[in-house]
């Protein structure tokens, strides 16, 4: 049980350094000084995932984001469930469907003819169609088909 007691202690910085930490390890007004869980602001996480691309790996895992933010998986875990029950997973699908809606209204920018959403959704670090198509709906509330066609009718 002694890890528990340093579960307010970030893991160190990978090497070379990296100014995308989000972790803070003093109380926050709601957060009891015994609360061995730190802080962690979810928007500047998302940012330093967007800054860093790291969302783009599809292998990448909760410990992998931990250390690259400077706090253990623990923490992380528990900030990311204690947002309307979201997960590692959630989040990280989350930001790939934010890059992917992105790179769709580009695409649709161009005027070019039907995206390819295999290849799309490959590159934002999806796994496979049906992970992509799921998440997609999720997040947007309409499959990734009916998105651009209401991207294309808004145009």
């Not at 049980?1 to 100014?19: E, N, V």
């Not at 926050?28 to 962690?40: E, K, L, M």
């Not at 969302?55 to 909760?62: A, E, G, M, R, V």
Request: glycine letters at 6%.
């Amino acid at each position: 049980m002694q890890y528990l007691a340093r579960a307010d202690r970030p893991f160190p910085k990978p090497p070379g350094g990296d100014d995308a930490s989000v972790a803070d390890t003093s109380p926050s007004p709601q957060q009891a000084p015994d609360d061995p869980a730190p802080a962690i602001d979810l928007d500047a996480l998302a940012n330093a995932v967007r800054a860093g691309r790291w969302h783009f790996d599809q292998d990448l895992t909760l410990g992998q984001l931990a250390r690259l933010v400077g706090t253990n998986t623990s923490a992380l875990s528990a900030a990311l469930n204690a947002r309307n029950d979201m997960n590692f997973t959630l989040f990280i699908n989350g930001l790939r469907v934010e890059a992917m809606c992105e790179r769709l209204r580009d695409h649709a920018a161009r005027d070019k003819g039907a995206p390819n959403l295999l290849a799309l959704a490959l590159d934002c670090g999806f796994g496979s169609k049906a992970t992509f198509n799921r998440a997609f709906k999720r997040h947007t509330g309409q499959t990734p088909r009916d998105w651009v066609r209401a991207l294309k009718q808004m145009a």
